[in-house]
């Protein structure tokens, strides 16, 4: 089965630094790479997600990248802010945007 | 729309105690699914629900039973809960296939296994 892989599993950065975020996935038939952020206590919610057949997708300060050759995906930060302060989620999945294999995830710690 | 409820909130159960989780959508989602959430593990799939009437196992399936009889509702039930069991259940829908939309998580059930 899928796995993912995310690092690093905690990261801290200055207010106003930008963040980021990296996960690999071993089945090359994955071709939906969401982001999930988890505040503490909460249910996790969806930020961003990206699809196999394009690159990059930006929305605002956060962007992801999709590498398929390496089967490699990245979560990007600009210009963090202390409410940026959670847990983020990788996943991966083939053709639904259930049946997700997710990463173990990275806590995010944005000082003032 | 109340969007994926779960109830209850909090549990705690004894060993070998049973007893259902339950998990309701009122997006007339097909699919729906149950993840366990466990520190340093991430959430990780114990069943899904491609419609009424089809199940079928995840990545940790072991321990736990579900059912599918209505669009709207997806239960799961313990059998005979151990400490291992001990964790946060996040039931969670979406439509089928990559139409744009995303996948919705409840709030999550809290369980505590003595």
């Known amino acids: 089965g899928e796995n993912v892989e995310q690092h690093p599993s905690t990261l801290s950065v200055q207010e106003g630094d930008s963040a980021v975020i990296k996960c690999t996935y071993s089945d090359s038939a994955s071709n939906y790479f969401p982001w999930y952020k988890q505040e503490l206590g909460k249910r996790p919610q969806l930020i961003i997600d990206i699809r196999s057949n394009v690159g990059e997708k930006k929305d605002q300060r956060i962007a992801v990248t999709l590498n398929k050759t390496a089967k490699h995906f990245s979560l990007h930060i600009t210009e963090t802010q202390p409410e940026d302060s959670a847990v983020y989620f990788c996943a991966a999945s083939i053709w639904t945007a259930s049946k997700l294999t997710f990463g173990t995830g990275t806590r995010l710690q944005v000082t003032l | 729309n109340a969007g994926v409820t779960q109830t209850p909130k909090f549990q705690v159960l004894k060993t070998g105690q049973s007893m259902t989780l339950q998990c309701a959508q009122d997006m007339n989602h097909e699919y729906m699914s149950w993840y366990r959430q466990d520190p340093g593990m991430g959430l990780r799939l114990i069943h899904y629900s491609v419609g009424a009437g089809i199940t079928d196992q995840g990545e940790v399936p072991n321990g736990y039973n579900v059912s599918r009889s209505t669009t709207e509702d997806f239960p799961l039930r313990l059998l005979s809960a151990a400490p291992s069991q001990t964790s946060v259940y996040f039931c969670?829908?979406?439509?089928?296939?990559?139409?744009?939309?995303?996948?919705?998580f409840g709030p999550g059930t809290r369980l505590l296994v003595l």
């Open positions: 969670a829908s979406s439509v089928a296939g990559l139409t744009g939309e995303t996948q919705y």
